[in-house]
């Protein structure tokens, strides 16, 4: 029953963070480029944690589920739904999408500031490509749907024009080829709240790095915030997009992988969860 639930609820604040299994390691803000809060977890994630919780405990007691209504409204934390999966690239539309964007590279010794960002230095390194195409047009990605989580996926691809280097930078120089992408639906978000997702990203085989670009639109407004970052391997991850106003706003993430091994041959693995609307996490 809801008082089994009221019990769990309070054990959980009175514990703290540390009584939450498989977290992601740490949570990364959008604005400025490079906040992070390292070892701290995602107000997003507590509550979703202790959403689910509830639910499990409710579930147990009563041998009924817990409505979405009740549990969101006691916890504050929204789950997004999926309105499209597209596995097939779109080179143009990810070259429209981080055209001017600030690139954020992890995972590279001595990473340049690229070009479109705000403390860039003079010359600088492209952040962005003039084309996202692989060798064979229609080359196709993977995409696939676990409940709530996705993973994308751009496996051996040769890139096309992999010899037409931007930039000298091994980080920044090489090509890259624009993979599968996910949108989804619309939900209310309220002004001061974050649109929170939590990321993963799978090794690849020859060193290649994956890209991913994560924009968070509005109906009113078009893109309010972004998140446009490249590297290697990653453990769980969180990423939080800043709502300016309440509005009704969905996500899209969209999958590209750079040729960090300069072999023309592209690939990358990434998976997301918890994509959820709820309170910013405290500075």
């Not at 019990?7 to 299994?21: C, E, I, R, S, T």
């Not at 070892?39 to 589920?65: F, H």
């Not at 990605?141 to 996926?153: F, K, L, R, S």
Request: aromatic residues 8%; negative net charge.
């Amino acid at each position: 029953n809801m008082c089994v639930a009221s019990v769990m609820f309070v054990l959980l604040l009175h514990h703290g963070p540390h009584v939450l299994a498989g977290e992601p390691d740490y949570v990364e803000k959008s604005e400025p480029a490079d906040a992070s809060l390292d070892g701290q977890t995602s107000k997003c994630i507590l509550q979703t944690k202790m959403r689910q919780s509830i639910a499990q405990v409710s579930q147990e007691a009563t041998n009924t589920v817990v409505e979405e209504s009740e549990s969101t409204e006691t916890l504050g934390s929204v789950p997004f739904g999926w309105k499209a999966l597209q596995p097939m690239p779109d080179p143009e539309m990810y070259k429209t999408k981080v055209h001017g964007k600030c690139l954020k590279i992890f995972d590279c010794e001595n990473a340049p500031i690229p070009c479109d960002c705000p403390d860039a230095p003079t010359p600088c390194e492209p952040g962005t490509k003039d084309t996202y195409e692989f060798g064979v047009s229609g080359f196709p990605g993977q995409i696939t749907q676990n409940g709530t989580d996705i993973e994308m996926t751009i496996e051996g691809g040769v890139v096309k024009k992999c010899h037409d280097h931007s930039g000298h930078h091994l980080c920044t120089k090489h090509a890259v080829a624009a993979g599968p992408y996910a949108t989804t639906n619309l939900l209310e978000v309220k002004k001061g709240d974050v649109a929170s997702y939590a990321f993963k990203a799978h090794k690849a085989s020859d060193n290649d790095n994956y890209e991913l670009f994560a924009g968070l639109y509005s109906d009113k407004s078009g893109l309010v915030d972004y998140q446009f970052h490249r590297g290697d391997a990653t453990n769980w991850k969180t990423f939080e997009l800043a709502s300016p106003e309440t509005a009704q706003y969905y996500v899209e993430f969209m999958l590209a992988s750079y040729d960090r091994s300069g072999g023309c041959v592209v690939g990358s693995k990434i998976n997301i969860k918890d994509v959820v609307a709820c309170q910013a996490s405290p500075v």
